[in-house]
Nanobody
């Protein structure tokens, strides 16, 4: 069973950086692709980034390319989302998720069976 816990969110100013972590307290972290999604008030949950089980392949939403970097350390059972040059429109609750599917399946939240509780990221102007 995969159990995910996010951390690292907070209140920052535009242009600042944050690094989110997603720790797996389960036993099968290494066989799953990992994704990050976010949901702002009044908005639907949207895809942010994903990484394959091996870490060899990464995927990003156009809105975060060049600013966000997803990575994972399987030996530590942890995935990360480095967020640079943050903008007010990045304000949302960020969720990490685990999927047994790879490739283009990572873009849809329906492909993910396990979800963390979310961590709030607020970016002020």
């Amino acid at each position: 069973q995969v159990q995910l816990v996010e951390s690292g969110g907070g209140l920052v100013q535009a242009g600042d950086s944050l690094r989110l972590s997603c720790a797996d307290s389960g036993r099968t972290f290494r066989i799953y692709a990992m994704g990050w999604f976010r949901q702002a008030p009044g908005k639907e949950r949207e895809f942010v980034a994903a990484i394959s089980w091996s870490g060899a392949n990464t995927y990003y939403a156009d809105s975060v390319k060049g600013r966000f970097t997803i990575s994972r350390e399987n030996a530590k059972d942890t995935a990360y989302l480095q967020m640079n040059s943050l903008k007010p429109e990045d304000t949302a609750v960020y969720f990490c998720a685990a999927s047994a599917y790879g490739g283009t399946y990572v873009y849809t939240d329906k492909s993910y069976a396990y979800w963390g509780q979310g961590t709030q990221v607020t970016v002020s102007s």
